[in-house]
């Protein structure tokens, strides 16, 4: 694998990443929106990734299937589609019954998956960081 492919490849797993830290951010900042309860609740979302199967051959992999990087394929929903039924007659959507439709979203849950998005971004952009040092280091051997 060249340096150029190592940078696609981290390139594009940056993005993926990124996606995901998005779609956590949106969870995050939608999990107290409260809906009447004729209405579906707001619904964690969830990205869909792939590996990108390149067709090169490497010494590392003869047969040929040298990944080529990552990629976002779609957003899947999470949590109960009813979301949670919350008790509170002072609510102004709340029915007659007095009871509002929140997500079935766990603030824990969330923290704990953008954890792990920001770690592989790190290290993501430490690959990346890496490869800039190769370049510049064979830059400044050929002067």
Same mark, same amino acid.
């Given at each position: 694998? #060249?340096?150029?492919?190592?940078?696609?490849?981290a390139? #594009? %797993?940056?993005?993926?990443?990124?996606?995901?830290? +998005?779609?956590? #951010?949106?969870?995050?900042a939608?999990?107290?929106?409260?809906?009447?309860?004729?209405?579906?609740?707001?619904?964690?979302?969830?990205?869909?990734?792939? %590996?990108? +199967?390149?067709?090169?051959? #490497?010494?590392l992999?003869?047969?040929?299937?040298?990944?080529?990087?990552?990629?976002?394929?779609?957003?899947?929903?999470?949590?109960?589609?009813?979301?949670?039924?919350?008790?509170?007659?002072?609510?102004? /959507?709340?029915?007659?019954?007095?009871?509002?439709?929140?997500? +079935?979203?766990?603030?824990?849950?969330?923290?704990?998956?953008?954890?792990?998005?920001?770690?592989?971004?790190?290290?993501?952009?430490?690959?990346?960081?890496?490869?800039?040092?190769? /370049?510049?280091?064979?830059? %400044?051997?050929?002067?």
């Amino acid at each position: 694998m #060249s340096l150029f492919q190592a940078l696609h490849t981290a390139g #594009s %797993s940056l993005r993926v990443q990124r996606t995901w830290m +998005d779609a956590i #951010s949106d969870n995050i900042a939608n999990m107290n929106t409260v809906r009447p309860f004729d209405e579906v609740p707001f619904r964690a979302r969830m990205v869909l990734a792939r %590996s990108v +199967d390149g067709t090169g051959a #490497s010494p590392l992999d003869p047969s040929g299937a040298v990944g080529e990087g990552a990629a976002v394929t779609g957003i899947a929903y999470g949590g109960d589609p009813q979301g949670r039924v919350v008790f509170d007659p002072t609510h102004p /959507y709340a029915n007659e019954q007095g009871l509002v439709r929140t997500p +079935d979203i766990e603030l824990g849950e969330q923290m704990v998956q953008l954890l792990a998005a920001q770690r592989s971004y790190q290290a993501n952009l430490a690959v990346v960081e890496r490869a800039r040092d190769a /370049y510049s280091a064979a830059l %400044s051997i050929g002067r």
